[in-house]
């Protein structure tokens, strides 16, 4: 991505990827930094979206973010390639 979306510890956010947001453990399951865009299987209806993220918690819940800030935390890269559209 061209004006990817970082972590405040410098990695790179992709879809698939295992975060803390506060106090509550999710996956990243959209990313777009506002051309290019990554998703997760049964994510794609985000498409099109803003730049910004969307983390789905261990609940299931969905929560839309903007840039990432000092509540995400970067755990661990998730192991299968997300989906991407240009």
């Given amino acids: 991505m061209e004006n990817e979306l970082r972590y405040i ?3 790179e956010v992709h879809a698939g990827d ?3 947001y ?3 453990y999710a996956t990243v399951v ?3 930094d ?3 865009e990554e998703f997760e299987p049964g994510y794609a209806e ?3 979206s803003e730049r910004g993220i969307i983390i789905c918690d261990d609940d299931g819940d969905v929560t839309v ?3 990432p800030d000092e509540r995400l935390t970067f755990i661990d ?3 299968d390639l997300p989906s991407t559209s240009s």
């Fill in 65 to 67: 973010l903007g840039d």
């Fill in 34 to 36: 506002g051309t290019n």
């Fill in 46 to 48: 985000y498409s099109g």
């Fill in 30 to 32: 959209f990313v777009s």
């Fill in 18 to 20: 295992r975060v803390q």
């Fill in 9 to 11: 510890t410098g990695e």
């Fill in 22 to 24: 506060d106090t509550t």
């Fill in 77 to 79: 890269r998730g192991s």
